[in-house]
């Protein structure tokens, strides 16, 4: 054989000289390390185009005697079949295995390959129902293997920390995705929860959190893991921050501050650095969203912020974090706003009249959550009341103000029904009165079912109404009672045409059509 030239005679041969540290270039110690590859990245389908369309198929064959790949694999769907609440019998298995045989002699192969096993699998274990197979057909032909690095392999340090941490924190990656509960009340489920907040911010979406923002409490979290090669990569990216998975998330959330332009990028980054357990940058966080809030005026801006810091406040006390000085920070945030709010909301477009109902309801929804003195909640309450006596408000705003304080108790029943009844009267214009409704009435539809005086106000707004304004309108009244369902519709047809009880042979259908049937009822109705 053949000797191989060495590196400097190629150069030579090639007519170049190697540069050498006399020459004004200093050597330099490099360190090379493998990052772990996974099963689904292996596969063809999944974007790398390795070319090995069943990598769980291959490593079947590679740990299996060749006599017994095929008994073992039916063994395998099985199990996953019955895993799934499947029945799988002992002589549907026998016919499968029959009919992988056959397979193979029709198609002039020596022996069922895994196509043979999968048509036979769908025909007599899952009654000839393909969807059935695929529901298994991603762990079996795929699988969730993680590879691993020899341990005499140099690692970058965040792929050494991030090794150290998993094992502490007793999470092994996986390839294909499996639901995690963590309890923060427990040292074990909180060092899982800043873990994974952690990987978050440097980019790194091994858990991704579910069923966030919903009131499930405070002190329990639903994540999804699921582990990719490219994970790997970014951490070596961020080993500018720091040589720590702490270290490094806490350098990126300070250099994501400096680039943060509103209260609302600040308050998201200082919630985000408390689930993550990073005291300092939470800190710094504070003092920035405080210099920021003295140096603005704009009402969207300071009420978006409040409800990321009202998370922040209530995980707080789960995770054992002094907030008591963005406790202080968020009532002055709330005040300055809501002395704001009324101004903010006069002569709005359209699209400026939706974003600020979704900012105010955020705010609320934020009040809610916040311990206030009675004072500080007056104040955001006279707020709503002033824009539903300002003439200038938006329609829309107004009514979702209205809305907000009578799902408070601020507004009686009877208030409200005198309110709607002003913004719904014949004079006012039909584009105002149709916004004032559904600002109102956007996900509170049930209510018109148990509060006559409202239900009466909105019956005779509706039969004002000329028929193609009533038709153009339909739309509106569609969304605005979009979350009744089959039931509570006939209950409010029950009570808009005084019936006791709600009868079973007349379906409902629509509201529209209940709004029809009624003006077509009083119209026909002789007059006294």
Not at 456 to 473: I, K, M, P, R, Y
Request: proline fraction near 5%; glycine fraction near 6%.
């Amino acid at each position: 054989m053949r000797r191989l030239a060495r590196p400097g005679a190629a150069s030579k041969v090639l007519g170049h000289r190697r540069p050498s540290a006399a020459q004004g270039r200093a050597e330099a110690k490099v360190s090379a390390t493998w990052a772990p590859w996974t099963s689904p990245r292996l596969a063809f389908a999944s974007g790398y185009g390795a070319g090995v369309v069943a990598p769980g198929w291959c490593q079947h064959l590679w740990d299996t005697p060749r006599s017994e790949a095929t008994t073992r694999w039916l063994a395998r769907i099985a199990a996953a079949l019955r895993a799934e609440d499947h029945l799988v019998s002992t002589a549907s298995l026998i016919e499968a295995e029959r009919l992988a045989f056959a397979l193979a002699a029709l198609r002039g192969r020596p022996a069922p390959g895994f196509e043979e096993l999968r048509d036979a699998a769908i025909s007599c274990l899952c009654f000839g129902e393909a969807i059935i197979w695929h529901t298994i057909a991603p762990q079996l032909l795929v699988g969730n293997e993680v590879g691993a690095i020899p341990d005499n392999v140099p690692l970058a340090p965040l792929l050494e920390d991030l090794q150290r941490e998993q094992k502490r924190v007793r999470l092994k990656p996986e390839a294909l995705e499996r639901e995690l509960a963590v309890d923060l009340r427990s040292e074990s489920g909180l060092d899982r929860s800043t873990l994974l907040h952690r990987l978050n911010l440097l980019g790194v979406q091994w858990g991704k959190l579910i069923e966030a923002g919903r009131s499930r409490g405070t002190f329990r979290e639903r994540w999804m893991l699921r582990w990719e090669p490219e994970y790997a990569v970014a951490l070596v990216e961020n080993l500018v921050y720091g040589p720590t998975i702490a270290q490094a998330a806490a350098g990126r959330v300070s250099a994501r501050f400096k680039d943060a332009e509103t209260l609302q990028a600040l308050a998201d980054l200082v919630f985000s650095s408390l689930t993550a357990q990073l005291p300092a940058a939470v800190e710094t966080g504070i003092d920035l969203i405080e210099k920021r809030a003295g140096q603005t005026s704009d009402c969207v801006e300071l009420l978006s912020s409040l409800p990321a810091l009202a998370d922040a406040l209530r995980y707080g006390q789960a995770r054992e974090v002094d907030a008591s000085q963005l406790d202080a920070l968020v009532k002055r945030i709330l005040i300055e706003g809501a002395l704001t709010l009324p101004y903010a909301v006069r002569n709005l477009d359209a699209a400026a009249a939706s974003a600020m109902r979704s900012v105010m309801a955020g705010a609320n929804n934020a009040v809610a959550l916040i311990e206030l003195s009675d004072d500080e909640r007056a104040t955001w309450r006279g707020a709503l009341h002033a824009i539903i006596d300002d003439s200038q408000a938006s329609p829309l705003v107004a009514g979702a103000a209205a809305r907000l304080l009578y799902i408070a108790q601020e507004l009686l029943p009877e208030d409200a029904a005198l309110l709607l009844s002003r913004a719904l009267s014949p004079g006012r214009p039909v584009a105002d009165a149709a916004g004032f409704f559904e600002g109102f009435f956007e996900g509170a539809g049930e209510t018109l079912i148990h509060d006559q005086p409202l239900r009466t106000a909105v019956d005779q707004w509706v039969q004002s109404l000329a028929g193609e304004t009533f038709t153009a309108h339909l739309p509106l009244f569609r969304r605005a009672f979009a979350n009744l369902d089959r039931m509570q519709r006939r209950r409010l047809l029950d009570a808009l045409f005084g019936r006791v009880s709600a009868g079973v042979s007349r379906r409902p259908g629509d509201l529209a059509s209940a709004f029809r049937a009624r003006r077509w009822h009083l119209e026909r109705e002789p007059r006294r």
